[in-house]
């Protein structure tokens, strides 16, 4: 009896098995849809829009972008959690999303660890700590000393609380006791505007966005947030070579999926996503050249990867005496 007990065992999940092996090869049967929480022309939607336009050639199917923000990403983000979990319909958004919101919000629409399901890390996004020429400081400690022989006469351009300026330039106050003025703007641009403009003294910004402005010398690179020092600007030293390896805010693009989607499904996902990054003109042109890591990691180590970012960002949020409101 009890073999013949394991052997129904062994058939039924056989048995269950067959329909998520049938799914997986029969993905996509239809338009996939990838919510971007962002609005279009920038850094997440300029990322989506080449990495959608390979998968509808991978997948022989068309694969749309569709823009959904407001309310700190959280309309994107409820729409995806709500959605058919069959691998359809797909979330592209960054780590404010996912490791950010749910510290800077008492209340949110969706949960994003419980309702939604890594898929693929995409990139580390690498910023640098940018100042404007006026600034004397040409290094952190520089820095750091300037804004305490002028306290709180120093603005830093933020994109609202939890954003990682906020939350570089508020840890960075809390462990030097440095007084330095958080603003507020729309986004990371009208945020590097200001600073170009002199209307705050500093920002943070990524390669793509501040490259020219470097180049130009109309921004000054003091740091950047990285393991090590970025090939394209050698000269620019780590937050930890600077002697701040705690106040650096983890900034990364990945793609989840509805909770309960096939793990069969996930994975085809994940593999189609992982081709289009690891192409070499594809990794060159979006990757490289704006200063990104790829990544392309498998869901089990984005999975992995975003409890250790949630645990970071608490630390971080909690450290600059951030409340949530």
């Known amino acids: 009896m009890h073999l013949f007990h394991l052997l129904g065992a062994a058939l039924a999940a ?14 996509p049967s239809r338009v996939v849809r990838i919510v971007v929480p962002y609005p279009a022309g920038g850094g997440v939607d300029n990322l989506a829009r080449p990495i959608a336009d390979r998968l509808s050639k991978i997948w022989g199917q068309s694969v749309i972008i569709e823009n959904k923000p407001g309310a700190a990403t959280m309309i994107g983000g409820a729409d995806v959690a709500r ?9 592209f958004t960054s780590d404010s999303s996912i490791t950010g919101n749910p510290f800077m919000f008492k209340s949110m629409p969706y949960d994003p660890i419980k309702q939604l399901t ?12 940018l100042v404007h020429p006026s600034v004397k400081a040409n290094t952190m400690k520089e820095l750091v000393d300037e804004a305490k022989a002028k306290p709180n006469q120093m603005n830093y351009g ?14 960075l106050g809390k462990e030097t006791g440095a007084q330095i003025q958080g603003v507020v703007y729309k986004g990371i641009a009208p945020a590097i505007t200001a600073t170009v403009a002199g209307q705050v003294q500093m920002t943070l910004g990524s390669v793509s966005v ?8 109309t921004m000054k690179p003091l740091a950047i947030g990285r ?12 937050l930890k070579e600077s002697g701040y390896p705690n106040i650096e805010p983890r900034s990364w693009f990945g793609i989840l999926a509805p ?25 060159e042109r979006f990757i490289d050249r704006a200063g990104h890591t790829g990544v392309a990691s498998t869901p089990e180590a984005f999975a992995k990867f ?9 630390r971080m949020i909690e450290a600059a005496g951030i409340v949530a409101e």
């Open 306 to 314: 975003i409890a250790e970012d949630y645990a970071e960002k608490k």
């Open 259 to 283: 909770a309960g989607t096939p793990p069969a499904t996930v994975s085809a996902i994940q593999k189609a996503v992982a081709t289009v990054l690891n192409d070499a003109d594809f990794k």
């Open 14 to 27: 056989f048995g269950l098995a067959l329909p998520l092996t049938a799914s997986a090869q029969d993905f």
């Open 118 to 129: 890594p898929v693929t890390q995409l990139i580390d996004l690498h910023q640098f700590v």
């Open 158 to 171: 933020s994109f609202g609380k939890g954003s990682q300026p906020h939350l570089l330039f508020e840890s």
């Open 83 to 91: 959605s058919t979990p069959d691998g359809h319909t797909l979330l």
């Open 227 to 238: 393991a090590t020092r970025l090939p394209l600007h050698p000269d620019v030293p780590t």
């Open 210 to 217: 501040a490259d020219g402005h470097i180049k130009a010398k």
